[in-house]
């Protein structure tokens, strides 16, 4: 028996998240299952470096599982091709020491969110960028009110309500925000962990301050008030990604 | 009564094509049935430029309709956003005068077709771009290629078999074929008219040249053969957008 590291993506528009649900598509009952046709219907799990929520896409989601199949991992995607949906998409495989967690060693992780701003939505682009109907929208000062956002902080004004964790104490390594498109901009969040819902909260505070509805200060006024109440609403899952997750070396 | 020309954008891997057929999602059926709305359950019809298969998409595909609604033409979109589904889209709506007609009026055609050439496809791009696995692609080839197909010829060869049609001589005025991302190459076909398939049996044509299993010029040979058996393959609908239609002064 072997341990392996899978770097996977997926299409969040066509799964209710990452979790299995009964009677639900998930991404882990989907990959669980081709996993398990892959052993010829051994039972097999899967452990993910975190969920995600429905209509969130990844780009690099990572998961380990437990395998006494005899494959070198430059062919495990092309194995994994055969018995997965065309939604989902085995990005490289690789040999771990049995004592690997994809959730518990993971250091830091990437999550990117898009926005189209402008007066036309994209048709093609709607499972995949948050669109904000606006003629104005001030770039410039959501760029501006991420900044006090980074380092290590109370994050529980960006937090889902009702969420038991221990401490929403988190550190965001780097933030930014930047044109990558026309009219299309990309949020990126590098953090050691995020809270439930804490990027797409930030998110649409930012857009609030884009929209001029808040100012660029209101940002870090919100972050030291821990008052979910005070912040914007939470983003559609459409426009995030995972994008990576981090381990040591 | 007044007769209204709309323009319209729509996502074909939702759809069975264009044209109502019983027990399938079409573009046609769902437009009828929000313009059916729109007139409080008085049955409408629509005519397009033409019809689009399985899997295509449109930018701009042209529909006429009849309508004693009194609604100005920039109100027109936003009538339809509330009765058409999410993978359609009214782009513009103007008033013409009762003769007009979105088939027999229409005077040009441009057809675009997305390419991602790699060995790796992206995920997210799997209904939009078709990808060819290839390390080495002759797109300078490919290019060469097209430029005999320019001007009116009997284009027979890039024609399904099985079409009933008294001619199959056309007239394209333009043909490129150019990068437009990393990777992604777009062919444009404008002309007066298309055959069925006619655009897509070029394309899967020109793939055979860029993977050299034909040479660039054999793309002028099989269209003055006229024999649809030496073409290449039909490249699938997935890659295809009607982009627009034009029409006289």
Known sequence: MARWKATIAYDGSGFSGWQEQPGKRTVQGELEKGL???????????????????????????VHFDSSLQIPSARWPRAFDSVLPRDMQMVSVEHVNDHFHARYDAEAKEYRYLLHVGSTRDLFQRHYVHHVFAHA??????????????????????????????SKVRTLNAVSYMQVGEGEWCFRFNGNGFLYNMARIIVGTAIDIGMRRLDAEDMNRILHARDRRQAG?????????????????
Chains 1, 2 share one sequence.
Do not use: I
């Open 36 to 62: 398990t046709k892959l052993h010829k219907g051994e039972n097999k799990k899967v452990f993910a470096s975190g969920r995600t929520d429905a209509d969130v896409h990844a780009r690099g989601q990572v």
């Open 137 to 166: 929208f001030d770039h410039e000062a959501v760029q501006r009110s991420l900044q006090p956002l980074v380092g290590t902080h109370d994050f529980s004004a960006f937090c889902a309500n009702n969420t038991n964790v221990a």
């Open 233 to 249: 609403m939470t983003a559609p899952g459409r426009g995030l990604y995972l994008w990576n997750v981090q381990y040591g070396p």
